[in-house]
């Protein structure tokens, strides 16, 4: 069983840093590949970024490329995302997720947090 524990959202400033942990549990978790999502009141889930099971292929949604880095450290069990730059627009509730394919879609992965709000203020 794989679990997932996102940390670190709250509220910030437009142009203040943030970043946000996820803490997985399992011993598989350097097989899988991690995603980050986001999703805001009416919208649907929508695709932040992916890593690959070893770390060392990356992708962005292109609202967040040049402000946002993904990482992960397989010796811990943990994700992150580095959100700098912050925009009103970047507020959503944001979910890691994992599964063995590292993809755009949400369909892809099998394991999901269960979310951490991120408030950005104007």
């Known amino acids: 069983q794989v679990q997932l524990v996102e940390s670190g959202g709250g509220s910030v400033q437009a142009g203040d840093s943030m970043r946000l942990s996820c803490a997985v549990s399992?011993?598989?978790?350097?097989?899988?590949?991690m995603g980050w999502f986001r999703q805001s009141p009416g919208k649907e889930r929508e695709f932040v970024s992916r890593?690959?099971?070893?770390?060392?292929?990356?992708d962005y949604a292109d609202s967040v490329k040049g402000r946002f880095t993904i990482s992960r450290d397989n010796a811990k069990n943990m994700g992150y995302l580095q959100m700098n730059s912050l925009k009103p627009e970047d507020m959503a509730v944001y979910y890691c997720?994992?599964?063995?394919?590292?993809?755009?879609?949400?369909?892809?992965?099998?394991?999901w947090g269960q979310g951490t709000q991120v408030t950005v203020s104007s």
């Open positions: 997720a994992a599964g063995w394919t590292a993809s755009w879609s949400a369909r892809n992965y099998n394991f």
């Open positions: 399992g011993r598989t978790f350097s097989s899988l590949a």
């Open positions: 890593i690959s099971s070893s770390g060392g292929v990356t």
